[in-house]
């Protein structure tokens, strides 16, 4: 993986890594592009735009989805017409993304329980306000009182015996009388072989007080603001089980805009907004510690599910997440289906933080949406049997919708060796709106400290920590990164065989922290100290991707001895700098990538570029350091892909 940073050895390594590996994607299932299309329009000798490399920043979007102008949004690129086409005959469309209803190659769609499944039902016994918010009055002698209920309804029903939804008993929360349509609980503990079923028109709200997520009862670890940021139970957790599920048309909502509330007098680690104006909310946490304290905020997640087996959402709505929504860790099995995830809410967004700036997408920091991440290994699992070796895995995310304050999806492979891999992941059929994109990283590192695993397959007899990623039919709107892979050398390994098809993307104008990038590929993530834990992104393939509007692109391979690491904040550390420089060039591959706007800055470095038939509009040009090679001419190019259905509102908002 490492070598001299030469140019003649770059070129060879370009030419057997081309020799080597075929980026030939099979569409079909997915819905591939109709290969008997009128070649697209490319520009592979024109004007390098490169500049110098530049530091990939983490960004968050304050703008929502449909503030973003594109250049095209209604129509695909024109194709030119061929000898045997007259120019007035109808164009070929490439693929119409975003709108696939069915694919074959995906599992059956899951399903709610039958009747015969339900062993508790739970009338609701509060009612929420037209906006969607509580009343203050709903939680003023109780912060909590649907805990106790749900969870005994939960535990009467574990079911370790279950082979899966189809045989789960089911907890089903349901509209109660007068129009009560709401719960309130804190931190609950699902049991294998359990579904939880939310009901249409029934709201599952997170308690407001901290003191319901301490991880030890009596100790204060939530709700304040520390180096770490481990201090948090979830609202739902699921842990070292199998076979559980969250389902339903119904919400959960984790109140991150509301002001806290503690069920201990005189709470001394209740944060007071600065300004006198009360306590502080969940999002003012996330605010003043990663803006202004440089620390780590200890909000809770909504769902988190920990080394465990093959645990399911479907349909449910998640919103207002005080910190993460989903975080599926270590986990054997994971599906999200027709799942919508949106933060904040209208209601929330007509408020302030601390701080006076409204509640937006920007200030509801570390809101991700769904990230599948590896962790350490679990030797002993009562109920459970068998080692879980921490890697996340056999994962399906399809047909959701997700908005949020960062990520909308960061698929994470582990800070160290010792974690677990993360590999077998599918994302089909989705639309993301405003957050941080499609992501994969920071953490990349893991590898069951480099332990064979029949399901990874090592890429020039290195393991991989994150591989084999599909994502598909995806259309992006309104988020500050597109298609993202972020890593650096405090928490990197290999991350390999990661494949995008049939992808549109759409950018905002601007980002808070920079101007947007549609494709961004770096390994310097973030200035840190070196732990030898070197970035390697191989085997990246990009097939009928559009990118219509202008925006921003980074294609960045690791080098040790590159000018990015001379920035400030990046430190050699004990480590110190290697001898020989490390270069580990990014390859990848776009074949049918198409951008309808000049980009409006293009960096590459340290790469091997391959250009596939259908080739690409972006400026790509050879160098020292950057190898192209060019697909032998001979078969048939493809049309863009079309976006101009792909484009629509966040489903019911």
């Known amino acids: ?68 102008t594109p250049a095209t949004p209604d129509q695909p690129a024109s194709t030119p017409a061929t000898p045997d086409q007259p120019a007035s005959a109808p164009q070929p469309a490439g693929f119409p993304v975003g709108t696939t209803s069915y694919d074959p190659a995906l599992p059956p769609e899951p399903t709610l329980p039958f009747s015969a499944q339900i062993c508790a039902t739970l009338p609701a016994a509060i009612t929420a306000q037209a906006n969607g918010l509580l009343p203050d009055s709903a939680d003023a002698t109780d912060t ?29 929360l349901i509209a109660g009388p007068n129009g009560a349509n709401a719960f309130i609980a804190g931190a609950l503990n699902l049991q294998s072989g359990v579904t939880l079923w939310i009901d249409d028109g029934v709201t599952l709200f ?97 769902v988190q599910i920990s080394n465990g087996r093959n645990f399911t959402l479907y349909r449910v709505t998640l919103q207002n997440a ?39 997408p920007d200030t509801a920091k570390n809101t991700d949406g769904i990230d599948p991440a590896s962790s350490g290994p679990i030797t002993s699992n009562p109920g459970n049997p068998g080692k879980l070796k921490g890697d996340a895995s056999n994962i399906l995310i399809a047909y959701t919708s997700i908005r949020t304050g960062d990520d909308n999806i960061a698929i994470k492979g582990g800070t160290g060796k010792v974690n677990g891999r993360t590999y077998n992941i599918t994302v089909a059929h989705s639309h993301f709106y405003s957050g941080h994109g499609m992501s994969i990283g920071s953490e990349t590192a893991g590898t069951d400290n480099d332990t064979p695993n029949p399901d990874v397959t090592p890429v020039d007899g290195i393991l991989p920590s994150v591989s084999n990623v599909n994502v598909y039919d995806l259309v ?150 950057v190898v192209v090679t060019q697909a032998a001419a001979g078969g048939t190019s493809l049309a863009p892909v079309d976006c101009s259905k792909a484009f629509v509102p966040f489903p019911g908002r």
């Open 476 to 625: 992006i709107d309104g988020a500050d990164n597109g298609l993202r892979i972020k890593s650096d050398w405090s928490r990197s390994g290999l991350v390999s065989d990661i494949r995008y098809s049939n992808v549109c993307i759409r950018t905002p104008e601007s980002s808070p922290d920079g101007k947007p990038q549609a494709l961004i590929f770096s390994p310097y993530y973030s200035p840190t100290k070196n732990n030898g834990l070197y970035p390697s992104f191989r085997n990246i393939a990009l097939d009928g991707v559009r990118i219509v509007n202008a925006s921003s692109y980074t294609f960045q391979g690791f080098n040790s001895a590159s000018p990015v690491l001379q920035g400030s904040g990046w430190s050699a550390g004990t480590v110190g700098w290697p001898a020989p420089p490390v270069v580990n060039p990014l390859s990848i591959s776009l074949n049918n990538v198409v951008a309808d706007a000049a980009p409006l800055n293009f960096t590459v470095a340290d790469a091997l570029v391959t250009l596939g038939e259908s080739g690409t509009s972006l400026p790509f040009q050879a160098r020292s350091d």
């Open 144 to 172: 909590a009182p649907d805990t106790a209920r749900i969870q005994a309804a939960i535990d009467a029903c574990k079911n370790p015996s279950s082979s899966g939804l189809a045989t789960n008993k089911a907890v089903r």
């Open 1 to 68: 993986m490492n070598n001299n940073s030469a140019p003649s050895t770059l070129a060879r390594a370009g030419i057997a890594w081309l020799a080597a590996t075929s980026f030939a994607l099979t569409l079909a299932a997915c819905g591939g592009s109709d290969a008997s299309t009128s070649p697209t329009a490319q520009n592979f000798d024109a004007s390098s735009t490169s500049a110098a490399p530049d530091q990939a920043a983490s960004a968050a979007s304050d703008q929502p989805a449909s503030s973003a």
């Open 206 to 302: 997170a308690s407001r007080d901290p003191r319901q997520y301490d991880k030890v009862k009596g100790t204060a670890s939530c709700g304040i603001i520390t180096a770490s940021d481990n201090g948090c139970l979830a609202l739902i957790n699921a842990s070292k089980i199998a076979n559980a599920a969250v389902v339903g048309d119904g919400v959960i909502d984790g109140r991150g805009g509301s002001p806290l509330i503690s069920s201990v007098p005189n709470d001394p680690n209740l944060l007071k907004r600065p300004n006198g104006g009360g306590t502080m909310s969940w999002w003012d946490i996330g605010w003043m510690a990663n803006k202004v304290l440089n620390q780590a905020q200890n909000n809770p997640r909504l």
């Open 322 to 360: 005080p910190k993460f929504h989903v975080v599926p860790s270590g986990v054997e099995g994971f599906t999200a289906w027709g799942v919508k995830i949106y933060t904040p809410t209208a209601a929330y967004e007509a408020m302030t933080n601390y701080l006076g700036m409204p509640y937006s």
